[in-house]
């Protein structure tokens, strides 16, 4: 059976995790598949220019075999780099899905993990709470041991390895550039935190970030949700 939802691959030079993900991918016989190399860096040594084009060519081979998945691949030329990847790829992708289940090439997914989200996507579409479908329970994946007899929960924390959601959602919150931590600041920390653990990673995290000194995509994207109280569904065991 054809599987629907599009899905999201995003590689850069790792040609043995590419691999292993992208065939993952066709284990469950998806109807379409994007598939996205960032641009290589100007600082690029030799044995970086051959990881790079070893993971081009195994895309392109696996493209050109491919009948019944259509596979698009988008080859970036200059090099977009961790903060506006997200925002590049999502911005493709979103004029033509309302969906995405997104991966990258080192998170290499269990065959549920597709159909979790698929039914996720699904069910929560019109939910104004859930915001984000993670694949990944960190807690299960250390200790195996489950935090909640729930199949699912949600959760206040996104987790990105392995994950989807929805373009209206995504839109709505999504700046790679955080601008307003100095007025939500105080209101995120006072309100939206549990104990001083936590105190200390997000402030450290969302505060690099805003002045651009930590460069990941992800920090806007889990600051946002948290702050406008925006939750994350979590399986209650690992699935990436």
Request: one cysteine or more; charged letters at 30%; glycine letters at 2%.
């Amino acid at each position: 059976m054809e599987f629907k939802e599009p899905i999201l691959l995003l590689t850069y030079k790792r040609p043995e995790t590419t691999i292993k993900v992208l065939k993952k991918i066709l284990s469950v016989k998806p109807k379409k598949i994007y598939v996205f190399q960032d641009g290589p860096k100007k600082e690029f040594k030799r044995r970086d220019n051959l990881l790079y084009l070893k993971t081009t060519n195994i895309i392109r081979k696996i493209k050109r075999k491919q009948k019944k998945t259509k596979i698009n691949f988008f080859q970036f030329k200059k090099n977009i780099g961790q903060r506006y990847i997200a925002k590049k790829v999502m911005d493709i992708v979103f004029k033509s899905e309302n969906k995405i289940i997104f991966l990258e090439d080192d998170t290499y997914p269990d065959r549920s993990f597709f159909y979790y989200c698929s039914l996720m996507l699904n069910k929560f579409k019109n939910d104004d709470e859930i915001y984000h479908i993670s694949g990944c329970n960190l807690y299960y994946g250390m200790y195996k041991r489950k935090i909640s007899n729930q199949l699912v929960f949600k959760s206040k924390y996104p987790h990105l390895w392995g994950w989807a959601t929805w373009k209206s959602k995504w839109e709505k919150y999504y700046n790679p550039n955080i601008v307003d931590w100095d007025s939500n600041k105080k209101k995120f920390l006072s309100n939206r935190i549990d104990n001083k653990d936590e105190y200390r990673f997000f402030n450290y995290f969302i505060s690099k970030n805003a002045k651009k000194i930590h460069t990941g995509w992800d920090i806007p994207w889990i600051y946002k949700l948290i702050l406008n109280k925006k939750y994350t569904l979590v399986p209650n065991i690992n699935l990436i």
